[in-house]
């Protein structure tokens, strides 16, 4: 890569990641569109800086960069054929879009290894989320976790270490097989109403509607619910609202609670993506 890195920057994962680059020698070129009022003049750019870039680092997700129009247009008109695109949770659009111009792109979100590694500092950011957030402790309290994927592992795992109740809910029964093999109480989402009784906290990390009306009426009003699965989450918000249960839904964990540790999994991932290019 001889030409210009050019790095959408929407959180401090990306200030770490536009340092680690630039040590290594990578002529890195920054747009800040952490403001909203400033990110059309930033995209608006990108149109110019593209004709140079070797390489586009789009955020995570990219649904962060404001007017997503705006980036689409850019993409289809000054996308030049050979420049690598990455980012994370890409659109049906963009993805149709890259796939029909033949640009490479990787999507950090569904690199294996990205995922490991990321479900690490995601669990932390969700358990610092709940220390801040859950009027309990986190000792003795009844905590369900939702999902039993890479994130619910890891938070349930963390959790459990720190003296919780772990109850796993889980759509497939492989799913709750391994959770119990981990020693866990491992349900289907029909036994959810009956294991909201009493729960402090509940970890949502699935990207479907499965913390429903049915679940969250029998929360106790002082539980707190947080959802971690991809916009709009997973969790009925208006329903938890209605019975005056705080739900909030936290993307980008990684990115708020450990953003240097998480530009290191990025850059490791980018190498990875640039290597296999240089092969075919």
Excluded: W
């Excluded at 003795?140 to 720190?162: D, F, H, P, S, W």
């Excluded at 479907?208 to 969250?216: H, L």
């Amino acid at each position: 890569m001889n030409r210009q890195t050019i790095l959408l920057i929407s959180d401090m994962r990306q200030v770490y990641l536009a340092e680690i680059l630039t040590k290594k020698g990578l002529n890195v070129r920054c747009l800040d569109i952490r403001n909203s009022e400033t990110a059309p003049e930033q995209l608006e750019k990108l149109k110019s800086f593209l004709v140079e870039a070797d390489m586009l680092i789009l955020p995570i997700p990219v649904s962060k960069v404001p007017d997503q129009k705006q980036l689409n247009d850019i993409l289809n008109k000054n996308l030049i054929n050979g420049t690598l695109v990455l980012g994370g949770c890409f659109s049906k659009e963009q993805r149709e879009l890259l796939n029909g111009r033949d640009i490479h792109f990787l999507d950090f979100m569904e690199d294996a290894i990205v995922t490991e590694e990321n479900a690490v500092a995601t669990a932390e950011g969700a358990i610092a989320q709940l220390v801040n957030y859950s009027p309990y402790n986190i000792d003795e309290a009844k905590i369900i976790v939702t999902g039993y994927g890479c994130c619910g592992k890891a938070i349930a795992a963390r959790l459990k270490a720190l003296g919780a109740r772990v109850t796993v809910l889980a759509r497939r029964r492989e799913a709750r097989k391994e959770a119990k093999k981990d020693g866990f109480y491992a349900v289907d989402f029909a036994f959810g109403p009956e294991e909201a009784m009493g729960a402090a906290m509940l970890v949502n990390t699935v990207p479907a509607p499965v913390v429903t009306r049915t679940i969250i009426r029998e929360l106790p009003r002082d539980a707190y619910i947080l959802d971690i699965a991809s916009a709009p989450g997973g969790c009925d918000f208006a329903c938890a609202k209605e019975y005056g249960i705080r739900a909030d839904l936290a993307l980008g964990l990684p990115g708020k609670y450990a953003p240097k540790e998480s530009a290191y999994i990025l850059n490791r991932a980018i190498e990875r993506f640039a290597l296999r290019e240089e092969k075919t």
